[in-house]
Structures are given as C-alpha cells and as structure tokens.
C-alpha cells in the first residue's frame, strides 16, 4: 500500500493513503460513523476541515449538549418534521435508549431533565465531544483535520478518491472503497458545516432537495422586545396565528432578543411557519397561563387592594419580571401616574387581557446560519433507509443533518445523527 508522510497537528506522521471507510466530517454523525465501522476492524481516515472535530457539538444545548432525548424510537419519530418514516430502521437499531448507554459506556454520564432531555451531568458539552475523540483513538480511526474535502469521485476501478485541500493550500488525494459524507447541514457555518458536502454528494450524482434554516428565532415589528433583551419567560404558552388560525400552541420557555422572540418553544413554532410566508402572522403570548381570566383578575385585584395609595406604575412586581413592567404600563395604557385604587374595572379588565394575549407581529424567520438546524438535504428517495447507502452509487453512505430529515428541540436532532451515524458506519462492506 502506497505511504506518505504527512504533516498531521505539527508532526511529520506517516499517512496511509488508502482506506477501507473514509468519513468527511468529524461532527457527532461523522465520529460515530468512524467509531462504528473501525470497530468492524476497518481502516477509516475522517477528514474534518476544521482544527478541531466536533464544533457544533460544543454549541449545542447551549454549551451543555443535549445528546438525546429518553423516549423510544417511536418517541423520537413523533417528533421528526421531514421524512420521519426514512428513520425507521436507524432509530431502531440506534435508539436513544442505546446512545444514553453508549455514552455511560465511555465515560459521559447523563442526566434527564425536563422534557425527557439528555445532558451530560457534567453539564459540559466538550465532555461529549471529547469522549467521542477518544474513543476513535481507542478504535484506531485515523484523522486528518484542518484538510477541506474539495471532491470526491468514484473511479472507474470502483474507489473513490477523495481530494483534499489544506489551511496551507497543499492538495492531496485519499483512496477509499466506501465513502461516507457527514458533512452536517448549513447553520452555524463557522462551526463547519459550509454547505459544501451537498456539492460533493451532487457530484456523485445526488438530488439536494431545497435548504432552509429550521428552528430560528422570529423577529418582529415591535421594537419594545429590545427593552426586555435576555428576560428569559420560563413556563409561558405562545400561539403561533396566521390569518387568524392558530398554527401553533405550546407552553414553555421563551427568550426576549433584540431582534424579536427565541427560546424553545419559539424555535419549535418557527418549523411549522418554514413553509408559509409571515404576512399576517401573529405570536400572542399568555404570560400567566396557570390563571384563567376570573383568577388573574381577581390576582390582580388584590394587588392593588395592597398597594392602593402606591402608582400603578409600582404595583406590578409581585405579578411580572421588573424587566417587562415599563412595557406592559405602557402597552396598557392605564396613566402610569394613577393610584391604585383608583383603577377601573374595565382598566383592571383590559390589563388581564393584554397579560394573556400579549401579541407580537411575527415579520419573518431569521437567516439560515442562524438556525438551529437545515430543513432540506439529500433526498432520502435516494438513500436506502436499511443502511444509509446510497441508491445511485454502491459503498456511498449518508448520516447526519446532510441528509434531508430534521426535527424539534429536544435532543431529537443530535439522536439523527448519532443514529444514522452508527447504522451506516455498521453498513460498510468490502
Ligand atoms: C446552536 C445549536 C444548538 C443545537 N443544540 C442541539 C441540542 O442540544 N440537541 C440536539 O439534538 N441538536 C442540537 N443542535 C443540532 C445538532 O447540533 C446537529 O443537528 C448535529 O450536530 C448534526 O451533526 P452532523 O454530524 O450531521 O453535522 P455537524 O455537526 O455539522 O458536523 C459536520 C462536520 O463536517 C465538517 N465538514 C463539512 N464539510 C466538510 C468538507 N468539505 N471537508 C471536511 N470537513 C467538512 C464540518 O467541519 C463539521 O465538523 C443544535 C444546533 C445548533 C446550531
């Protein structure tokens, strides 16, 4: 076999130049992939463009790396938004009850929290992405970071050579006889995942269905939101309308920005407005879902029965975050100066309503390297769902956010690619 050295982390090492399995991309799908088939005593070189693998891993769950979600495949498929039927057979053979014991098995223990989510207990996203780098170590799995796949083409001898391009502008060329492209989706580009794996899977002949960025903040008219920049709402309940018909209902947490609204139930009400346009889209939030309109009411009441000779304008702590008491005095429009037992009832009245329809003008979605994940990808008419290989090109495999599936917050997105990670890393054959 042919040798060559290599300048690999800033030793001279002496690189293989063929392989059983070559992997593009050492995101969560890429690694598991490469674990998977060099423990079926394959050699496998993963190719990562950036200096280190798993970037986007390290974002995740906001630096606390939401692996999965503790529900059974079934679970998991409920709340896949595309193509949830292609998962079938990777959330099977992978589910999440395996990728929690996959992960305790090499030294990450897990802990659940609300809403069936997987962390690491140590909070730490890197722990993750650092145990999965050290078991490709253990599993022999060769990496060559810093080296951008450029092409990949299959020859007429039925390898594929796979063409590299490095931070200093050097080339290089690698053999394989099955190819697998992790190469993620396209948010968060700076993470990696530039898009560019959809050039090469088109160039071998695949259909990339249309790109869009999934699971975003809105952004709205109202410029007030900006006042309350970082109040995070956590038990809200947001309704999602457009021409007045409700899209969308949940309860949950929700982020103020400077742009609009995010957090976790805006991001999962952003996936069912993907594919409407935002005119006439509203998002009413209730801010005191626990109390109907009698209870807030006579909540309300009380308190201004305590403060009576205080200023409307000082008696809401007790019912709101100090943050967002100038917007609602103002949104009220009760005189800020007024004593509170002068309140009307009708005032009282319209004050309960805009507490539980606190409505923002949804403008639009926001850019597609902001989301959270890519709508759109390979198109999975094209890949076996048995094994993630492709249907147009034989020992071609897909795993990860490349292929076209995507899903909501709650571990969902990570359990795709660690699933059809192992399912094609199992797959390879010579
Ligand atoms: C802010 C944020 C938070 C998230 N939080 C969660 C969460 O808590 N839970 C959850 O389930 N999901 C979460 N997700 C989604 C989840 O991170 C992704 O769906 C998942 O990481 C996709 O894994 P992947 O391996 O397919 O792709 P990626 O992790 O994107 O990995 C692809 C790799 O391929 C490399 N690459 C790309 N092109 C080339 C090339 N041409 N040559 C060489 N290398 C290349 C990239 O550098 C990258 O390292 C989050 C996403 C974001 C952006």
């Not at 070559?22 to 799908?29: D, L, S, T």
């Not at 070189?45 to 986007?56: F, T």
């Not at 948010?187 to 975003?216: F, I, M, N, P, W």
């Amino acid at each position: 076999m042919e040798r060559t050295l290599y300048l690999y982390d800033g030793k001279q090492e002496e690189m293989k130049k063929s392989y059983d399995v070559i992997v593009v991309g050492a995101g969560a799908a890429g690694m598991m992939a490469a674990i998977t088939a060099a423990d079926k005593n394959f050699s496998v070189l993963v190719i990562e463009q950036k200096k280190q693998e798993g970037s986007k891993i390290l974002v995740t769950g906001k630096g606390r790396c939401n692996i999965t979600n503790d529900t059974d495949s079934a679970g998991v498929m409920k709340n896949v938004m595309s193509n949830r039927t292609f998962l079938y057979s990777a959330l099977f053979t992978f589910p999440p009850s395996e990728i929690i014991r996959y992960f305790n098995n090499i030294g990450v223990a897990t802990v659940t929290e609300r809403g069936r989510r997987v962390f690491p207990k140590s909070g730490k996203a890197a722990d993750v992405r650092d145990a999965l780098v050290k078991q490709m170590r253990k599993s022999k799995v060769n990496v060559l970071k810093r080296n951008k796949v450029t092409s990949a083409i299959k020859g007429n001898d039925g390898f594929y050579y796979v063409n590299v391009l490095n931070d200093d502008n050097m080339t290089d060329c690698f053999r394989c006889v099955n190819l697998i492209l992790a190469t993620g989706g396209m948010t968060y580009r700076s993470t990696g995942s530039d898009g560019s794996g959809y050039e090469l899977a088109k160039k071998l002949g695949h259909t990339v269905t249309e790109l869009k960025g999934a699971l975003t903040g809105l952004l709205t008219k109202e410029k007030w939101v900006a006042e309350t920049m970082g109040l995070t709402l956590r038990n809200v309940s947001l309704t999602v309308k457009k021409d007045g018909k409700a899209l969308y209902k949940e309860q949950g947490e929700l982020l103020f920005t400077h742009f609009g609204i995010s957090g976790p139930v805006v991001l999962t009400a952003s996936r069912y407005l993907l594919d409407t346009d935002y005119r006439n889209t509203v998002a009413v939030i209730d801010l005191k879902p626990a109390l109907e309109y009698q209870t807030l009411y006579k909540r309300i009441t009380s308190d201004m029965e305590k403060n009576a000779s205080k200023k409307y304008a000082n008696s809401l702590d007790a019912l709101l975050p100090k943050s967002l008491i100038p917007v609602i005095i103002k949104l009220s429009g009760i005189d800020p100066d007024k004593v509170c037992n002068q309140i009307s009832r009708e005032e009282k009245t319209s004050l309960v309503k805009l507490l539980k329809n606190l409505t923002l003008t949804v403008t639009s979605g926001m850019d597609i390297d902001d989301a959270v994940v890519t709508k759109g990808g390979i198109s999975v008419k094209e890949i076996n769902p048995s094994t993630m290989e492709s249907k147009i090109s034989p020992r071609l495999f897909f795993a990860g956010e490349i292929i076209d599936c995507d899903a909501l917050t709650g571990g969902y997105n990570l359990t795709i690619a660690f699933s059809t990670g192992y399912l094609a890393g199992k797959s390879v054959y010579l």
